[in-house]
């Protein structure tokens, strides 16, 4: 009796311990919640991708690590599943989230050793320690919690879900977080590209990060790799085959940072970090359009040329399809600059704007400005624009005017339609946000280029031409919404804009026949070089592209006599015959409302069936609205000379005369009235060390221009190819022009003050 009541204590206390037991091993991990991390889904580092997809930049994560992607289980490799389950804990699919067998050989082992020897953590219990907000030492109290929420998400969630967050959310060292950022940041190149050997290298690092670095101690983690190899063929994983191959590989490595391509582009988009950016640029053109200006720019390292940059524009959409901001990020004479995005002057690239102004108001591309020398009173001083080449050109059609790039010209066509008010109002509408002072601070410089502004910027100004008139916005992310395009311009004006850019015989006076701006396909172009050789540039235009290139030295300090065509020329013309080569280039058709006609370029008069013959001529486009006059024999000479007004008298006899025995001055009727129009009496000069020549060179006219003997008492008298001027110093001064067929005498005066 006494033995049977003995066994019936003992059956119930067997009960109740396994009642117990179940207790705590089915119902007690309920009690403990998951770590709050686990229950967050894992984001991937915001990432940057070119339109082709390709990886640009991997940003870190706010945690400050790098996760390439968050995988799901059948996206991950078998090999390394079975690699991890080898290093880390081989009986993953039988155990219930602690591994009871484990603890048992563990806690023998160490008993036996004296000392922690072994352990016994399973992938459950690894993926609840690293999404654990816990810090400092781990007691036994936080493994015995660590332990019930193992068991827990053992019930609560699928071994393949578990493994997938656990591949997902492990640490490999080196900022990489998660096995896709393993893969690429020690062999750059995907999960699915891993053969057993990397796996099994990938699979030894999580243990320890520090101690098993691959980039470190790469001789440290190789017996680790080999014995994970050796395992998983004990497992049935591998075979003997397979083993010997994998054991045999050398293992490569390839360091990734995370990706540094476009790095300037990025920089700019980075205000606004996503999960995942697809931008607009075209990973092959960028790579191409840096490496043409690295290539370029090593060509006028002796010319001290160190920087450049660049931006290609797709007119349809306004996609920035390449932009780099400097010729290397990294290198230290101010790569990190965004040439792009910093403002320099623009020099000459500002003009189209101001002929297309003008062809708005009634210009032609015929219409004849005279480059002769002028100048104008301004709050500042005494302003005297200059030709790049230091000539006087007579008398130019506006397409050979703007074709040849002429100072001059283009100042006086920006004073025929307002002055610099209106081109100021023009260039603000179509987003040069650098254009911030009033239109009395540039005066008629503006369309010479003496504000500085964003290369981008201008670039998109260019797309508004290239899209005949259309304005709209550039971008470095595509656009979900319909563009809504403004007409800035009317169709057929940026038509003949265009068409003067790209006509190679209209610009060979200044460029020559065969310069870098001379393609095998029809392509608008327009160079500038601001004053000192400080910047230099090259914007042009095709319907589908445009491209502007900037390149000068980030200290400011002035390139060796490199001018647009020399310098950013050649990178443009490089980037466009890539662009060809890549995507095809067209040119446009022709719109309604042109009427094509033959005109004599001296005078800029149509030749028609009633003109006498003309001994030049070139055929020109016009808007039916807007035509030249006929020539007539009014225009000529005896000898088929075109006749010129008077003021060309003087640049007809200089060395400046390009054009020979083909002009004429009409003759001036020797009563003819006549006075002195600059300087008008009581001028007053300021002189200025900031203007060239100080301010101090004051230009002698009279109206209608003509040859008069020019005399002052205090100042030297002085003459400059076409041009008489004298060279000021403060005071009060009288000057006197006689006419030596009358002997008629005018008089002025100006009163000069010191700086």
């Keep these: 009796m006494a033995m049977r009541r003995g066994s019936k204590r003992l059956f119930k206390l067997l009960l109740?311990?396994?009642?117990a037991g179940a207790g705590v091993w089915f119902g007690l991990p309920w009690l403990v919640p998951l770590p709050e991390a686990l229950e967050t889904p894992l984001k991937p580092s915001p990432r940057f991708l070119s339109s082709d997809g390709k990886p640009?930049?991997?940003l870190l994560t706010p945690e400050g690590d790098r996760v390439a992607q968050v995988l799901r289980f059948e996206d991950i490799p078998t090999r390394l599943v079975q690699a991890t389950l080898a290093a880390e804990d081989k009986r993953f699919f039988d155990h219930g989230g602690v591994d009871l067998l484990a603890v048992a050989r563990a806690a023998w082992d160490n008993a036996r050793s004296g000392r922690v020897v072994s352990g016994a953590s399973t992938i459950h219990q690894q993926l609840v320690k690293v999404t654990s907000a816990r810090t400092g030492k781990r007691g036994l109290w936080v493994k015995a919690t660590e332990a019930l929420q193992a068991r827990r998400l053992a019930m609560q969630w699928s071994k393949e879900q578990v493994m997938a967050e656990y591949l997902n959310r492990i640490s490999y060292g080196n900022l990489l977080t998660g096995c896709a950022s393993a893969a690429q940041g020690y062999f750059d190149k995907p999960l699915a590209d891993l053969s057993p050997a990397e796996c099994a290298l990938l699979a030894a690092i999580p243990q320890s990060p520090t101690r098993y670095n691959p980039f470190r101690y790469l001789e440290k983690i190789q017996p680790r790799q080999q014995r994970i190899l050796e395992k998983m063929q004990a497992l049935g994983w591998l075979t003997e085959e397979q083993l010997r191959v994998a054991q045999k590989e050398s293992i490569q490595l390839q360091r990734f940072h995370g990706g540094f391509e476009a790095p300037h582009a990025v920089e700019m988009l980075r205000v606004e970090p996503r999960e995942s950016t697809v931008t607009t640029l075209n990973s092959g053109l960028q790579q191409q359009v840096e490496t043409i200006i690295t290539q370029r720019l090593s060509a006028l390292k002796a010319r001290h040329v160190t920087q450049a940059a660049a931006v290609v524009i797709e007119n349809a959409t306004g996609?920035?399809?390449?932009?780099?901001?400097?010729?290397?990020?990294?290198?230290?004479?101010?790569?990190?600059?965004?040439?792009?995005?910093?403002?320099?002057s623009p020099g000459s690239a500002i003009k189209p704007f101001t002929y297309l102004m003008a062809l708005e108001r009634g210009a032609t591309a015929a219409s004849i400005v005279a480059d002769l020398p002028v100048e104008y009173n301004t709050p500042t001083g005494t302003y005297r624009p200059e030709n790049y080449a230091h000539k006087l050109y007579g008398p130019m059609t506006y397409r050979n005017a703007l074709g040849n790039s002429l100072n001059i010209s283009a100042v006086k066509v920006l004073g025929s339609i307002g002055g610099a008010e209106m081109l100021l109002a023009q260039l603000k509408a179509l987003s040069l946000t650098t254009l911030t002072e009033p239109a009395e601070h540039y005066g008629l410089g503006l369309t010479i280029g003496n504000s500085p502004v964003r290369l981008v910027e201008l670039a998109n100004a260019?797309?508004?031409?290239?899209?005949?008139?259309?304005?709209?916005?550039?971008?470095?992310?595509?656009?979900?919404?319909?563009?809504?395009?403004?007409?800035?311009?009317?169709?057929?004006?940026?038509?003949?804009?265009?068409?003067?850019?790209?006509?190679?015989?209209?610009?060979?006076?200044?460029?020559?026949?065969?310069?870098?701006?001379?393609?095998?396909?029809?392509?608008a172009v327009k160079t500038g070089t601001s004053t000192g050789y400080r910047d230099n540039w090259c914007v042009g235009f095709t319907p589908e592209y445009t491209v502007a290139v900037w390149a000068g030295n980030f200290d400011n300090t002035p390139m060796r006599e490199v001018s647009g065509v020399t310098g950013a020329a050649p990178i443009w013309r490089d980037i466009f015959i890539?662009?060809?080569?890549?995507?095809?280039?067209?040119?446009?058709?022709?719109?309604?409302?042109?009427?094509?006609?033959?005109?004599?370029p001296r005078t800029g008069k149509r030749l028609t069936p009633q003109s006498p013959p003309a001994r030049v001529s070139r055929e020109e486009i016009f808007a039916v609205k807007h035509q030249p006059p006929g020539a007539s024999e009014a225009d000529y000479d005896s000898r088929g000379r075109a006749l010129l007004r008077p003021e060309y008298s003087a640049w007809i006899r200089s060395a400046d005369n390009w054009m020979g025995d083909l002009v004429a001055v009409e003759e001036a009727g020797k009563h003819k009235p006549w006075r002195i129009s600059h300087p008008i009496p009581g001028t007053v000069v300021h002189l200025d060390p900031d203007l060239p020549q100080g301010g101090s060179r004051l230009i002698l006219e009279t109206s209608p221009a003509m040859q008069v003997q020019w005399t002052c008492e205090t100042l030297t008298v002085q003459t400059d190819g076409a041009a008489t001027y004298v060279e000021l110093i403060p005071g009060r001064h009288e000057l006197r022009a006689t006419n030596p067929a009358t002997q008629e005498v005018q008089s002025t005066y100006v009163i000069v003050h010191p700086e």
């Excluded at 109740?16 to 009642?19: E, R, V, W």
């Excluded at 992310?477 to 804009?497: D, L």
């Design 16 to 19: 109740t311990a396994l009642a």
């Design 56 to 58: 640009l930049r991997m």
């Design 319 to 344: 996609h920035v399809l390449a932009l780099a901001g400097s010729r290397d990020f990294f290198a230290p004479d101010g790569g990190q600059i965004n040439g792009a995005w910093v403002p320099h």
């Design 462 to 523: 260019y797309a508004c031409l290239a899209r005949l008139g259309l304005d709209g916005p550039w971008s470095l992310v595509p656009q979900t919404k319909s563009i809504e395009r403004t007409r800035r311009f009317e169709k057929i004006s940026c038509y003949i804009i265009a068409d003067i850019l790209s006509d190679n015989q209209a610009r060979q006076l200044t460029f020559g026949q065969h310069s870098p701006l001379r393609l095998p396909f029809p392509a």
């Design 578 to 600: 890539e662009l060809q080569r890549r995507f095809g280039i067209t040119w446009y058709a022709e719109p309604e409302g042109l009427v094509h006609a033959r005109i004599d």
